[in-house]
C-alpha cells in the first residue's frame, strides 16, 4: 500500500542512521528532500539511487497537492530534512497532516534528532520538558520569553551561533541569572562542545568569542519557591 514515511537522518555523524531508515529509502519510489545537494551527500555515501524531488518551506505549500496526488496514483514517498527529524522545526508538519485528511498511511521512522541528546547530556532533569524550538527573532520574542520564564519544565531552545550570545543573556534577563543552563554545540561532530553553567556564567563565557556550529540550549524550569524552602 503506499505511504508517505518519514525518515529521520544523521544531525552530523553519517553513522547515526538506522538500518531501517536505510532500507525505506532505497525502496521509496520519491524521496522528499529539503535540499536536494545536502541529502545527496547521504545518500551516495550509503549507495541509494532513489530520486530526490525538492520538499522545503519555500514550496510546501505549492507541492503540497501534486505529492498527495504521487501517493494517491501508488507511490511510495519518504520524507528527509537537511538533518534530523522531519516536522522538529523543519518542513513536515504540513504533509502529514494533509496525508491524514486525505486517508493515507504515514509512518514515522524513529532516529536522530537534536533535542534528544542534548536535553539527555544536559544533567537537568528530563522527566518533563517543553520544547520551544527556534525562538521568534523579533515580533513576539518577548511574549514567548515571559511565557517560558514562569514554566517548571525544563526548557529545550534550538538557536543559530551568531544570536547564541543574545539569547543567553536575554534568558538571563527573563529567568534569572542563576538558572541553570547547559549549550550543547555541534553534536555528534568532531567539536561536541557541551557548555554548563548559570545563565549568567554561561554569557559571560560567550561574550567575547565567535561561537560557531548547530546549538541547542537547554534551561532548568523555575524552581518551585516552596518545595525548594523544603529542601
Ligand atoms: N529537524 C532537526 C531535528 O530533528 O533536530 C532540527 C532542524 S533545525 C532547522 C536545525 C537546528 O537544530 C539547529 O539550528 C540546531 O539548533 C539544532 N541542531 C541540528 N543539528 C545539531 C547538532 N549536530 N548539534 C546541535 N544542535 C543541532
Known amino acids: 500500500m503506499p505511504k508517505l514515511y518519514i525518515v529521520p537522518t544523521p544531525i552530523g555523524n553519517l553513522e547515526d542512521i538506522t538500518l531501517r531508515a536505510l532500507r525505506i529509502l532505497k525502496e521509496a519510489d520519491v524521496i522528499l528532500a529539503e535540499d536536494t545537494r545536502t541529502s545527496s551527500v547521504l545518500l551516495k555515501h550509503y549507495n541509494i539511487p532513489t530520486k530526490l524531488f525538492a520538499y522545503h518551506q519555500f514550496n510546501e505549500h ?12 501508488g ?6 530534512s537537511d538533518a534530523g527529524t522531519p516536522g522538529i522545526s523543519d518542513p513536515g508538519f504540513l504533509l502529514v497532516r494533509e496525508c491524514v485528511r486525505a486517508g493515507i498511511e504515514v509512518e514515522c521512522l524513529p532516529g536522530p534528532t537534536a533535542f534528544v541528546p542534548a536535553l539527555v547530556v544536559s544533567g537537568i532533569p528530563c522527566d518533563t520538558f517543553f520544547f520551544e524550538g527556534f525562538l521568534p527573532h523579533k515580533k513576539g520574542r518577548q511574549t514567548r520569553l515571559t511565557y517560558l520564564a514562569q ?3 525544563t ?6 551561533p ?13 529567568f534569572g ?18 557548555i554548563r553553567g ?10 567575547d568569542k565567535t561561537v560557531k556550529g548547530e546549538i541547542v540550549i537547554i534551561i532548568e524550569g523555575k524552581k518551585d519557591t516552596k518545595s525548594a524552602d523544603e529542601e
Not at 505549492?62 to 496514483?73: D, E, F, G, R, Y
Not at 526548557?155 to 543559530?160: T, W
Open 62 to 73: 505549492k507541492t503540497l497537492q501534486t505529492v498527495i496526488n504521487k501517493i494517491q496514483s
Open 75 to 80: 507511490e511510495t514517498l519518504a520524507l528527509i
Open 151 to 153: 514554566l517548571d519544565h
Open 155 to 160: 526548557i529545550v531552545l534550538y538557536e543559530s
Open 162 to 174: 551568531h544570536r547564541v550570545h543574545k539569547t543567553i543573556v536575554q534568558c538571563a534577563e527573563f
Open 177 to 194: 541569572n542563576e538558572r541553570n543552563a547547559v549549550v550543547v554545540r555541534e553534536l555528534t561532530k568532531i567539536h561536541e562542545e557541551i
Open 198 to 207: 548559570t545563565l549568567h556564567e554561561i554569557g559571560l563565557s560567550l561574550a
